[in-house]
């Protein structure tokens, strides 16, 4: 079996991942109804000493969390023509020129 990071949509789920998947207890994580959210952030929270985390399922939420936690409202980021925050999340932070 291969896995694929590059991305979050490339690598494809094996059968017992689908099967956990649709046996696994969900809520609304929004709401800190997920019980899988949950323990995860706790989890992590504490292998790493920290009081609580926060789950991010994809590269470009924890971009932009990052921008969101570093820059003030239309402040410039200033960033390579390549880098994913510009080619592929544009629409999100609209001072994008």
Not at 18 to 33: K, R, S
Not at 68 to 80: A, D, G, Q, S
Not at 87 to 94: H, M, N, R
Request: glycine share 8%.
């Amino acid at each position: 079996m291969i896995i694929d990071l590059r991305s979050d949509t490339v690598t494809k789920p094996t059968p017992a991942m689908h099967a956990a998947m649709m046996q696994a207890e969900v809520g609304d994580d929004v709401f800190g109804e997920d019980p899988s959210v949950k323990k995860l952030e706790e989890k992590c929270a504490s292998l790493l000493g920290m009081d609580a985390a926060v789950f991010c399922p994809s590269g470009t939420m924890t971009n932009q969390i990052g921008i969101k936690i570093l820059t003030n409202p239309y402040e410039e980021v200033i960033c390579y023509k390549g880098a994913h925050i510009y080619k592929y999340e544009g629409a999100a932070w609209p001072e994008i020129v």
